[in-house]
């Protein structure tokens, strides 16, 4: 540690919460593994269920475990506290544990809860009540427009995240709003991604919140693990020309309906691009029958692909997503432009952002796959002069994060500031 004696920390005890389930998890232990590295005196207990839960996001599960969690991390850090013989010091939380506020005034304790998306969708929760308020009843009244939210023209109700306007008892919803009031209690709130992104939107959580960091992006800033090649996606890669190859992923939770997948595939068979298909489950099930043979001279459909790399590889020339924040975080450090398929929590606002605030991606007519509205995004992005604006809007962002990323760069800065938060 810089700035003292490296036992100067030693009665510090931090508690992670994690949220189980999703893709959250992965990003706050990233987070903790890095700080840990830098602070070896510093004790670190983590709490956790046995195994995250990737697949679910809002089954039974996880109401179930939503409503008994305060109660139970509450139990198992005071098992932590007596075995260390220290008191929590500070509590690293997922941003969903609205509870960590009270918690950790009542610890006497630091409290920096993790958000792992964008500081736009991070506004939404933050500004829900306003949101309810102004868009009220009329919501039946077919009113289209979020019009008041900084930063953000365009916003459509539809692209609001669940639980803001819509079965606002729900738990998860209850969880979410409840985190929106408690956040500004925050002795810090770090987020995956980074300053100049979205100024006017981080100018308004500034103002709410006590500090809020950019720390990412986390492939950036954090220890990633590495996804081997097993495919030879890479080498395969190599034999096409610059942004002549479309890449689709879907992430690892989501799986598109029936028709959409035949649809994505027809599209790609009339097309002609180059592919590489990151497909979750039995291709030869689930899509048409015959795409995979079909295709295979200019095809490449694998169970599991290095994300990074390949958005990393010049030959790539769009990128299929649900939009998922650690998705786009990938297109842009890579610098490929996307055509998105959202579909839950955050995925239709980061849609939104990509195609009307930042111009580096496109979405499908009414956010639907079919023939018809794959093969023209497709071509826009892949074929067009809209497609190479795209790609050069997207190489200036990912330059900006790369500059974050330096080391006097502001990501840089704000992950010192964020260590020597939690560690001292
Ligand atoms: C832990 O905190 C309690 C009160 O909250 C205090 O009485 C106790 O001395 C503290 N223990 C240590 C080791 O600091
Ligand atoms: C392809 O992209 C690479 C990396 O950006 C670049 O160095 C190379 O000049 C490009 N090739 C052509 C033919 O444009
Ligand atoms: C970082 O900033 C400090 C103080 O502003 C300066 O002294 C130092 O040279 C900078 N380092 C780099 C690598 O730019």
């Not at 398929?341 to 930042?358: E, I, T, Y």
């Not at 074929?383 to 604006?389: A, F, L, M």
Request: with cysteine; charged share 20%.
């Amino acid at each position: 540690m810089k700035g003292g004696r490296i036992d100067d920390n030693i009665d510090k005890h931090v508690a992670i919460l994690a949220f189980p389930f999703g893709t959250h998890a992965p990003p706050l232990v990233s987070l903790v593994r890095r700080i840990a590295a830098e602070s070896p005196t510093v004790t670190f207990s983590f709490f956790s269920t046995e195994k995250s839960n990737a697949g679910l996001f809002f089954g039974t599960a996880i109401q179930l475990f939503i409503q008994a969690m305060p109660e139970n991390f509450k139990n198992a850090i005071d098992v932590a506290v007596t075995e260390t013989g220290k008191n929590i010091t500070c509590l690293v939380t997922d941003a969903f544990y609205w509870f960590g506020a009270d918690l950790a005034e009542e610890m006497n304790a630091k409290w920096v809860p993790l958000w792992t998306a964008g500081a736009h969708s991070l506004l939404t929760h933050v500004f829900t009540d306003l949101i309810r308020e102004k868009l009220g009843d009329n919501r039946e009244n077919d009113v289209k427009n979020v019009d008041f939210l900084p930063g953000f023209p365009e916003l459509e109700v539809s692209d609001l995240p669940e639980g803001v306007i819509d079965d606002i008892n729900g738990p998860f919803a209850t969880m979410l709003h409840k985190m929106g009031l408690a956040l500004p209690r925050a002795t810090a709130v770090p987020i995956n991604s980074f300053a100049s992104i979205h100024t006017v939107i981080e100018s308004k959580l500034e103002a709410k919140f006590k500090l809020l960091l950019n720390v990412g992006p986390f492939i950036l800033t954090t220890p990633q693990r590495m996804v081997p090649d097993e495919h030879g996606c890479l080498p395969w890669l190599n034999k096409y020309e610059n942004h002549s190859v479309v890449y689709i992923s879907f992430g690892s939770t989501i799986t598109p309906p029936p028709h959409e997948l035949a649809a994505l595939a027809e599209s790609l068979e009339e097309c002609g691009y180059p592919f590489i298909w990151a497909f979750k489950g039995n291709p030869e099930e689930k899509l048409p029958s015959g795409f995979a043979e079909r295709t295979k001279t200019n095809g490449k459909i694998v169970a599991w692909a290095p994300q990074i790399d390949i958005l990393k590889h010049s030959s790539v020339g769009v990128c299929f997503t649900h939009s998922g924040w650690n998705s786009v975080l990938d297109c842009i450090v890579g610098g490929v432009p996307m055509i998105s398929r959202p579909f839950f929590g955050d995925q239709r606002l980061n849609a939104r952002m990509l195609d009307s605030v930042w111009h580096i991606g496109v979405g499908v007519d009414n956010g639907v796959l079919t023939k018809e509205s794959t093969m023209k995004a497709l071509k826009l992005t892949m074929s067009s002069e809209t497609g190479n604006i795209m790609r050069q809007k997207i190489a200036k962002l990912k330059e900006a994060a790369l500059q974050a990323v330096e080391r006097n760069g502001s990501s840089s800065t704000n992950f010192n500031t964020l260590i020597k938060i939690i560690t001292t």
